[in-house]
Every structure is written in C-alpha cells, then in structure tokens.
C-alpha cells in the first residue's frame, strides 16, 4: 500500500480499514437493544465487512464501564482514529454518520 493509499484508508473507512466498535448497553434496556439495531444498521449499509463491534454490558462489567469514563447508556465508542463518543439510541441517523465520519459514504 502506498503512503497516499494508507492515508486514505485512515480517513476514508470505506477503503478497506477495519473500524472498531464498543457500543455499552445496560443488559436489555430498550434504548440499549434500539442503539445495538441501528448500529448494525449502518455498518451493514456503510461498512460491510469493514467493521467489529464488542457489546460491554454494563451491568455485567460495572467496574469497566468506570474505569472507561461511561457514565450513561447506551454510549458508543469509535475506538479507531479518531476515537469519538456517541450517547442515545443511535436513531438520528444523519447525527450518527456525520459523527463516524461517513456522512456521503453511501454503498
């Protein structure tokens, strides 16, 4: 990969690079269970076979969710660059793309 294709991947998440999840619920909630939908919602649509989540229940890892500064369910964590925090159900989904960056990345 060229030094211009590598900058691309890390901007552009639609060029290959795996884009890390980390969506804290609070077990079935149902804010939980509607932010769990909409994000595999828009990564199926964005990012097919470009994306993992990891689901931290926070009532099962209390200390983690601490530790980690989330205060507030359900929180989403884009962990790769650069990291940003989303809080809610995920249902405005203009607000979600434009905060993952894939606002205009349609399939």
Same mark, same amino acid.
């Given at each position: 990969?060229?030094?211009?294709?590598?900058? #691309?991947?890390? *901007?552009? $998440?639609?060029? @290959?690079? *795996?884009?890390?999840?980390?969506?804290?619920?609070?077990?079935?909630? $149902?804010?939980?269970?509607?932010?769990?939908?909409?994000?595999?919602? &828009?990564?199926?649509?964005?990012?097919? #076979?470009?994306?993992?989540?990891? &689901?931290? #229940?926070?009532?099962?890892?209390?200390?983690?969710?601490? &530790?980690? @500064?989330?205060? &507030? *369910?359900?929180?989403?964590?884009?962990?790769? $660059? $650069?990291?940003?925090?989303?809080? @809610? #159900?995920?249902?405005?989904?203009?607000?979600?793309?434009?905060?993952? @960056?894939?606002?205009?990345?349609?399939?």
């Amino acid at each position: 990969m060229t030094p211009r294709n590598m900058a #691309d991947a890390e *901007t552009n $998440p639609r060029k @290959g690079k *795996t884009i890390l999840f980390r969506l804290y619920i609070a077990h079935e909630a $149902p804010s939980s269970a509607q932010a769990m939908a909409n994000l595999r919602s &828009v990564c199926q649509e964005y990012l097919p #076979d470009h994306h993992e989540i990891e &689901v931290v #229940d926070i009532l099962q890892e209390p200390l983690r969710a601490l &530790v980690e @500064g989330i205060l &507030v *369910t359900p929180t989403l964590v884009r962990l790769s $660059p $650069p990291v940003r925090h989303i809080v @809610g #159900d995920l249902s405005d989904r203009a607000i979600v793309l434009r905060a993952l @960056g894939l606002e205009g990345k349609a399939k």
